[in-house]
């Protein structure tokens, strides 16, 4: 599975609760492997199993998983506790009521709810002292956790009705999309997600040995993005994939494939507030970085497969899209 690539906004943002009291941020940074350079590079960008490694390494040095984002720590193993001494419920509403009372027994800090009104069911995530967490990415990772571990549960697809936040659409909100899907709400009272209650009386169809390889595999397998993301600017991503992007796909080719002018595509991708450059070099640089840190290729290889005929263009092309050279990322194999 190839793995994909997120901002660079989370590499502060799961520093932010360690640092504050007093670990070291290269050393965590080091044990995830994650380029120490990248940190204060805004436009870089790091795959989801560096990021995964980040938050673990978090969660090991704080003894938190809350990650130091909360006043007091909820201690390492309470989410897999919770998990196992349910196990014999037998239905995904059972396990989500269940879930939410076992969390706001155990711990102060944010207060967890779950309700149904007719047709639908209401998830919601509050936390007490929201100042601590500037970044927002507890509220992220608990949402992810909730959507992500009840579509396990299941073994489908929990189709999310709406997620909401409670706090303005922040500048890496473009990472929502995939990770969410395309019905966000902002500045909203409080911060959840709805589906459909019919979805409540699905059955537990993972067993034991399963959680325990989910568990271990935990935090990645709550940032996988499996949701589908239908978007037009995901379509022009998803042609350009196709065709190659050392074939160098044009404005006017994936419009004809899309069966609209390429007037037409230029203004229905600025209302979503992209451009077709901006999509292509998104491409391009994401599978540059997937070149240099899963396939352990040259600057040289990597130049060429992405269709640049001299190596000195891509690099200026590679540092434009991240902020860094592309040997930075040579030294980031995970």
């Known amino acids: 599975m190839k793995k994909k690539l997120v901002s660079n906004h989370y590499i502060q943002a799961c520093l932010h609760g360690a640092t504050k009291q007093g670990y070291d941020p290269q050393a965590l940074l080091t044990r995830a492997a994650v380029p120490a350079e990248l940190m204060h590079k805004p436009k870089a960008r790091i795959t989801e199993v560096q990021l995964a490694n980040l938050i673990k390494a978090v969660w090991r040095a704080t003894g938190d998983e809350f990650m130091g984002l909360t006043e007091r720590p909820c201690k390492n193993g309470v989410f897999a506790l919770m998990m196992e001494s349910q196990f014999q419920l037998k239905t995904l509403g059972a396990m989500l009521q269940q879930s939410v009372r076992f969390y706001n027994a155990v711990q102060d800090e944010i207060a967890f709810a779950m309700t149904i009104d007719g047709d639908q069911v209401d998830m919601s995530i509050t936390l007490i002292r929201p100042e601590l967490d500037p970044d927002h990415l507890l509220q992220e990772f608990l949402l992810l ?84 993301n239908n978007s037009l600017s995901i379509q022009v991503q998803r042609l350009i994939l196709n065709k190659g992007v050392e074939q160098a796909a044009t404005l006017e080719e994936v419009a004809c494939c899309l069966h609209m002018t390429s007037r037409t595509l230029r203004r229905k991708l600025k209302e979503e507030g992209s451009s077709y450059q901006q999509i292509k070099d998104r491409v391009r640089c994401d599978i540059a970085i997937r070149l240099l840190t899963e396939e352990s290729l040259t600057v040289a290889e990597t130049s060429e497969l992405i269709g640049f005929t001299e190596q000195a263009a891509f690099c200026r092309a590679f540092k434009n899209w991240t902020g860094v050279a592309p040997s930075a990322y040579q030294t980031s194999s995970v």
């Open 145 to 228: 956790m909730w959507q992500r571990f009840s579509s396990w549960l299941i073994n489908s697809q929990l189709t999310i009705h709406s997620t909401r936040f409670n706090y303005p659409a922040p500048a890496h909100s473009e990472e929502y999309l995939p990770m969410f899907g395309e019905q966000l709400q902002f500045d909203q009272p409080t911060a959840g997600f709805t589906f459909s209650s019919k979805m409540l009386n699905l059955p537990r169809v993972r067993d034991l040995m399963e959680l325990e390889c989910f568990l271990r595999q935990s935090p990645l397998e709550v940032l996988r993005r499996v949701g589908e």
